[in-house]
């Protein structure tokens, strides 16, 4: 999925934020919709995870929304971590940060995230 026109880009900072992902799948096992990571779709929980990939119009990385009041099916948001965000837009006429690294937590209400 791509930013919508008129993203800019952030300075990435190392402090960890909470916020929310779509996936697909269930929740025991939630997927990535569009983009695998290391060539699967499902994904790896209770991990720090890197994005894969270069540059095109912004550096690769997790599309994460900053508010999940803007969405009307929750049941496909879950609650991340992540860091190192570097660019700022929207998707979809959402608001939305794409990070560098992002966790997942086996419990969506767990905190903190550790490895």
Known sequence: MCLDAGYRS???SSLVQSSFKLFDGSAA???FQVMPLADKLEVPLDKWLTAEGGT????????IYIDETEFT?????R?????NAH??????????VVAREMYV???????????
């Open 29 to 31: 096992v939630p997927k």
């Open 105 to 115: 937590p086996s419990n969506p209400d767990a905190w903190p995230p550790r490895s």
């Open 73 to 77: 099916l929750k049941n496909k948001l």
């Open 79 to 83: 609650r991340v971590y992540f860091r």
């Open 10 to 12: 952030i300075e990435p």
């Open 87 to 96: 660019t700022r837009g929207s998707q979809d006429k959402k608001t939305i």
């Open 56 to 63: 095109s119009y912004y550096p690769a990385g997790f599309h």
